[in-house]
C-alpha cells in the first residue's frame, strides 16, 4: 500500500510516494538519495541512523516514513553552512572523534541534539540532583550518547568533542 | 514486512472503532517497539492506526491535585517535566534509565506501558515461544535464563516486563485511563500488567481495541522522596536485571510510609506489598530492609541462569531504602 507525503529534509521539500513500509531511513536514502544517516542494526540500537526530527534526535529506522507526512527532518549532511562545517562536526574533526566514519553522522546529529536537550536543563540517568542545572561533565556526555555506539571505539575522542562543541 | 494500511483519525473514538472492527489492526504511537516487531516478523498488523497526534502530549495538574500524563507524551518530556522531577523523583529517574536519548524521544507513555518482554526467545521467530504462538512451547525455561522472571512465572512462561516506567507508577499507584469500544475506564496500577498462567500471550488485561488515553499520578506527598535504582549488565543503554522503585518517610528512626516495586522479576511489575507491610511501623535500618526484601522473595524459584536475582532483589532494595532514608536525616 502506498502513500504519497511530503518531507523538508535539510531545507529542501521533497514530495514521494512510499510504499508504508518504507522507514523513515529508507525514505532519506533509497529514495531522497541522502545517504548521510547509515543503516547500521536497523533495529534501534546502534544509533547511526539518527537524525534531528522537527529538532529532535531520533533514530530514523524504527519510524514509517508515511507517519511523519510534512515533517522537517535535518540529517547530519543538512547540519553543515554553505561552506563550513557545523561547529560539532568541526569538533569530531579537530579531535580524531571517529576512525572509519560510519557512525559518525549519527553520533554528530545526536550531540547537536543532546546538546540542545542539556541546554534546556533535562537531567539524565547520572544527573545527582534532578532539580539543579545540567553541567556537562564527560560521564553526563557518556551517558546521553549511550545510544550511539562506535565499533571503531572511538568514545575517548567523540567525548572530547563533544566536550568542546559544547563550550 | 507484510503490507498494511496507514491510517491517522483525528479522534479517539474513530481510531477505537477502526481498531476494534479489524482483529489484526494496531495502534501505533512512538513505533519504537512495534516497528521493530513488524521488523522481526513477530507482529504482523494489517493496519496501523496512528494515535501519536490525536491522544494527549500534556502534562497537566488536575484540581484535585493528581497529575493527568497524556498518553502521548513522550518519555523524554516527562522525564524533565519540572512537577515529576520535584514531586515524582521515582518517575523521572526510571524513565531516564531506560532506553536511549534519541528512543526516549519517540517513546510514549503508553506505548512505555504496552512495551513487550525482550526474551531473546520472544524475538527470534525460529525459536518456541508460547507468548508469541500459544501451545509451541518455552525455550527460554532450558534456554538462557539470566533475564528469566523468578517471582510469578508460569511452566508456560518466565518473561520478564522490561519497562522502568511501569515499575515507577506501578510503586505510585497509577491509574490508567482507557477508552475502549464501549467506553472509558480507569485500571489501578499493578492491574493492567498481568502473570503469565496459561496464556502467556496476553500482557495485559486490555482488549483488542483499548486505547490508553492518559496515566493519572495520584497526589502522594510521600512522593517527593523516592528514588529507582537499576542493576543491568552495561552502565547505560540496558534492560533491568532487576530494579526497584521505592518511596520512603521515616519518622524518628521508624518507618511511617513506604512504596516499593520490582522490575526484571516478574511477567509484570511488581508491587511489593508483602515488603511494605513488613517495613511498615518498624526500625529504618538495613536488617529490616534486608529481611522486609527476603520475606518478598520468599517464592522465589530460580534456575542456574537466574538465581542471582535473588540476592541481588535483596540487596538493591536495601540499598535503595537505606539512601532514601540518609537523605531523610540529612
Same mark, same amino acid.
Given at each position: 500500500?502506498?502513500a504519497?507525503?511530503?518531507l523538508?529534509?535539510?531545507?529542501?521539500?521533497?514530495?514521494l510516494?512510499?510504499?508504508?513500509r518504507?522507514?523513515?531511513?529508507?525514505?532519506?536514502?533509497?529514495?531522497?538519495?541522502?545517504?548521510?544517516?547509515?543503516?547500521?542494526?536497523?533495529?534501534g540500537?546502534?544509533? #547511526?541512523c539518527?537524525?534531528l526530527?522537527?529538532?529532535?534526535?531520533?533514530?530514523?529506522?524504527l519510524?514509517?516514513?508515511?507517519?511523519?507526512?510534512?515533517a522537517?527532518?535535518?540529517?547530519?549532511?543538512g547540519l553543515?553552512?554553505?561552506?563550513q562545517?557545523?561547529?560539532? /562536526?568541526?569538533?569530531f574533526?579537530?579531535?580524531?572523534?571517529?576512525?572509519?566514519? *560510519?557512525?559518525?553522522?549519527g553520533?554528530?546529529?545526536s550531540?547537536?541534539?543532546?546538546?540542545?536537550?542539556?541546554g534546556a536543563?533535562?537531567?539524565?540517568?547520572?544527573?545527582e540532583?534532578l532539580? @539543579?542545572?545540567?553541567?556537562?561533565?564527560?560521564?553526563?556526555?557518556?551517558?546521553?550518547?549511550?545510544?550511539?555506539l562506535?565499533?571503531?571505539?572511538?568514545?575517548?575522542?567523540?567525548?572530547?568533542?563533544?566536550?568542546?562543541?559544547?563550550? | 514486512?507484510?503490507?498494511? @494500511? *496507514?491510517?491517522?483519525?483525528?479522534?479517539?473514538?474513530?481510531?477505537v472503532?477502526e481498531?476494534?472492527?479489524?482483529?489484526?489492526?494496531?495502534y501505533?504511537?512512538?513505533?519504537?517497539?512495534?516497528?521493530?516487531?513488524?521488523?522481526?516478523?513477530? /507482529?504482523?498488523?494489517?493496519?496501523?492506526?496512528?494515535v501519536?497526534?490525536?491522544?494527549s502530549?500534556?502534562?497537566?495538574?488536575?484540581?484535585?491535585?493528581?497529575?493527568?500524563?497524556?498518553? =502521548?507524551?513522550p518519555?523524554s518530556?516527562l522525564?524533565?517535566?519540572?512537577e515529576?522531577?520535584?514531586? *515524582?523523583?521515582?518517575? #523521572?529517574? +526510571?524513565?531516564?534509565a531506560?532506553?536511549?536519548?534519541?528512543?526516549?524521544?519517540?517513546?510514549?507513555?503508553?506505548?512505555?506501558l504496552?512495551?513487550r518482554t525482550?526474551?531473546?526467545?520472544?524475538?527470534?521467530?525460529?525459536?518456541?515461544?508460547?507468548?508469541?504462538? %500459544?501451545?509451541?512451547?518455552?525455550?527460554a525455561?532450558?534456554?538462557?535464563?539470566?533475564?528469566?522472571?523468578?517471582?510469578?512465572?508460569?511452566?508456560h512462561?518466565?518473561?520478564?516486563?522490561?519497562s522502568?516506567? /511501569?515499575? +515507577?507508577l506501578?510503586a505510585?499507584g497509577?491509574?490508567?485511563?482507557?477508552?475502549? %469500544?464501549?467506553?472509558?475506564?480507569?485500571?489501578?496500577?499493578?492491574?493492567?500488567h498481568?502473570?503469565?498462567?496459561?496464556?502467556?500471550?496476553?500482557?495485559?488485561?486490555?482488549?483488542?481495541?483499548?486505547?490508553?488515553?492518559?496515566?493519572?499520578?495520584?497526589r502522594?506527598?510521600? =512522593?517527593?522522596?523516592s528514588?529507582?535504582r537499576?542493576?543491568?549488565?552495561? @552502565? #547505560?543503554y @540496558?534492560?533491568?536485571?532487576?530494579?526497584?522503585?521505592?518511596?520512603?518517610?521515616?519518622?524518628?528512626?521508624?518507618?511511617?510510609d513506604?512504596r516499593v516495586?520490582?522490575?526484571?522479576?516478574?511477567?509484570?511489575?511488581?508491587?511489593?506489598?508483602?515488603?511494605?507491610?513488613e517495613?511498615?511501623?518498624?526500625?529504618a535500618?538495613?536488617?529490616?530492609?534486608?529481611?522486609?526484601?527476603r520475606?518478598?522473595l520468599?517464592?522465589?524459584?530460580?534456575? %542456574?541462569?537466574?538465581?542471582?536475582?535473588?540476592?541481588?532483589?535483596?540487596?538493591?532494595?536495601?540499598?535503595?531504602?537505606?539512601?532514601?532514608?540518609t537523605?531523610?536525616?540529612?
Amino acid at each position: 500500500m502506498e502513500a504519497t507525503i511530503t518531507l523538508h529534509v535539510d531545507g529542501e521539500k521533497r514530495e514521494l510516494t512510499v510504499d508504508t513500509r518504507t522507514t523513515l531511513l529508507d525514505a532519506l536514502r533509497d529514495r531522497l538519495g541522502n545517504t548521510s544517516p547509515k543503516k547500521g542494526c536497523d533495529h534501534g540500537q546502534c544509533g #547511526s541512523c539518527t537524525v534531528l526530527l522537527e529538532g529532535r534526535r531520533v533514530v530514523s529506522c524504527l519510524t514509517f516514513a508515511v507517519a511523519h507526512d510534512g515533517a522537517t527532518v535535518t540529517t547530519a549532511a543538512g547540519l553543515a553552512g554553505e561552506d563550513q562545517l557545523h561547529p560539532v /562536526a568541526r569538533a569530531f574533526v579537530d579531535h580524531d572523534g571517529f576512525q572509519c566514519g *560510519y557512525c559518525t553522522p549519527g553520533q554528530v546529529c545526536s550531540a547537536v541534539g543532546m546538546l540542545e536537550e542539556a541546554g534546556a536543563d533535562w537531567p539524565s540517568h547520572v544527573t545527582e540532583d534532578l532539580r @539543579a542545572p545540567v553541567t556537562l561533565d564527560d560521564a553526563e556526555i557518556r551517558e546521553r550518547m549511550s545510544g550511539n555506539l562506535c565499533r571503531c571505539g572511538a568514545y575517548v575522542n567523540i567525548v572530547a568533542a563533544i566536550r568542546e562543541a559544547s563550550r | 514486512m507484510k503490507p498494511f @494500511a *496507514y491510517t491517522r483519525p483525528a479522534e479517539a473514538a474513530d481510531a477505537v472503532a477502526e481498531v476494534a472492527a479489524n482483529p489484526d489492526a494496531a495502534y501505533i504511537g512512538g513505533g519504537t517497539n512495534l516497528v521493530d516487531h513488524m521488523k522481526l516478523g513477530i /507482529a504482523e498488523p494489517t493496519s496501523l492506526v496512528d494515535v501519536r497526534d490525536l491522544l494527549s502530549h500534556r502534562v497537566e495538574k488536575l484540581p484535585d491535585g493528581r497529575i493527568r500524563v497524556g498518553a =502521548a507524551v513522550p518519555n523524554s518530556d516527562l522525564a524533565a517535566h519540572p512537577e515529576i522531577r520535584e514531586h *515524582y523523583p521515582v518517575l #523521572s529517574q +526510571a524513565l531516564l534509565a531506560g532506553a536511549s536519548g534519541q528512543l526516549r524521544n519517540a517513546a510514549t507513555t503508553g506505548g512505555n506501558l504496552l512495551q513487550r518482554t525482550r526474551c531473546v526467545y520472544f524475538q527470534n521467530r525460529a525459536m518456541p515461544c508460547n507468548k508469541r504462538e %500459544p501451545g509451541t512451547g518455552c525455550a527460554a525455561i532450558e534456554g538462557y535464563g539470566r533475564y528469566n522472571a523468578v517471582l510469578g512465572a508460569s511452566e508456560h512462561c518466565v518473561a520478564t516486563h522490561p519497562s522502568d516506567m /511501569a515499575v +515507577a507508577l506501578t510503586a505510585l499507584g497509577a491509574q490508567v485511563r482507557v477508552l475502549g %469500544p464501549s467506553g472509558e475506564r480507569t485500571i489501578d496500577l499493578p492491574g493492567l500488567h498481568r502473570l503469565p498462567g496459561d496464556t502467556p500471550q496476553r500482557d495485559t488485561i486490555l482488549e483488542h481495541g483499548d486505547l490508553i488515553t492518559a496515566v493519572d499520578l495520584p497526589r502522594l506527598p510521600l =512522593a517527593a522522596r523516592s528514588a529507582y535504582r537499576k542493576v543491568r549488565d552495561r @552502565a #547505560s543503554y @540496558a534492560f533491568a536485571l532487576v530494579s526497584v522503585a521505592a518511596a520512603l518517610r521515616v519518622v524518628d528512626g521508624t518507618v511511617e510510609d513506604v512504596r516499593v516495586a520490582f522490575g526484571g522479576l516478574a511477567h509484570a511489575p511488581w508491587r511489593a506489598h508483602r515488603a511494605e507491610e513488613e517495613l511498615r511501623g518498624g526500625p529504618a535500618t538495613e536488617e529490616a530492609f534486608r529481611d522486609a526484601a527476603r520475606a518478598e522473595l520468599a517464592d522465589a524459584e530460580t534456575g %542456574p541462569g537466574n538465581a542471582f536475582k535473588v540476592p541481588m532483589a535483596v540487596n538493591t532494595l536495601a540499598a535503595t531504602l537505606r539512601d532514601l532514608s540518609t537523605e531523610e536525616t540529612s
